[in-house]
């Protein structure tokens, strides 16, 4: 682990110096054995694959007694757990077509068909490692080892919302139109940012078990048109 200091008003912690689900369940810990103890003056935590940073007010909260509270609660028993279980969240995608672009070019960089590319993403759980880049944009992990492709060597200018995507080892959703490099699968109906919602903006959160489940396009637009709701 290594501490470093950011400012007067932060300090983060880190797990190791790539991405590594374990190193992400150490984070996710160790934020949960931080927050329970209830610091006065902490403001904000932002977990990563690797790291917690934790923002607070030097005011209330001094430096040296949340420097001890972190460095404690990430040498906790259950700081050293592995990924936890959770019931999954399912996520429905129409792949492939203009819902997903990129589905024949990396069935055929890995040496799938479409359908058992297709097979292997709803048979795995992929748990949010954090939420980043764009308000409610999910990182997500748990992809089989052959899916650790490169993101394509040239970006798309407008990369639409909600689109399902992989690159690096990782999978993601797109919340909004946007810049992107990833390659796309396919996409969902579901809106994953509310900002009418002050609780909770973001529909996944970090430590959220994600299923895919593919659906056809007239499911697609059904499901549009009549959302579920999580």
């Not at 007694?65 to 279980?85: D, I, K, M, P, W």
Request: a negative charge; charged letters at 20%.
């Amino acid at each position: 682990m290594k501490l470093l200091e950011l400012g007067d008003g932060a300090l983060t912690l880190e797990f190791g110096e790539r991405i590594d689900p374990d190193a992400n369940a150490r984070v996710m810990a160790t934020r949960d054995a931080l927050q329970a103890l209830g610091l006065d003056g902490i403001t904000d935590m932002v977990p990563t694959w690797r790291s917690l940073t934790v923002h607070f007010d030097p005011l209330r909260l001094p430096h040296d007694h949340l420097r001890q509270a972190l460095l404690q609660a990430a040498v906790q028993e259950s700081a050293l757990a592995t990924r936890r279980s959770a019931t999954p969240i399912i996520v429905p995608v129409c792949f492939g077509g203009e819902f997903g672009p990129d589905l024949a070019d990396v069935a055929a960089a890995t040496g799938r068909s479409e359908g058992e590319l297709i097979a292997a993403l709803c048979a795995v759980d992929l748990q949010v490692a954090l939420i980043g880049f764009l308000p409610g944009f999910p990182y997500l992990g748990g992809l089989p080892d052959w899916l650790d492709l490169p993101r394509r060597a040239t970006p798309r200018t407008a990369v639409p919302a909600n689109s399902f995507a992989i690159a690096g080892g990782q999978a993601a959703i797109y919340p909004w139109q946007s810049p992107g490099g990833w390659h796309l699968l396919g996409r969902t109906p579901l809106k994953l940012f509310d900002p009418a919602n002050p609780q909770r903006p973001a529909r996944f959160a970090p430590c959220d078990v994600l299923r895919i489940e593919a659906v056809t396009p007239d499911e697609f637009e059904n499901l549009r048109d009549h959302p579920r709701h999580a």
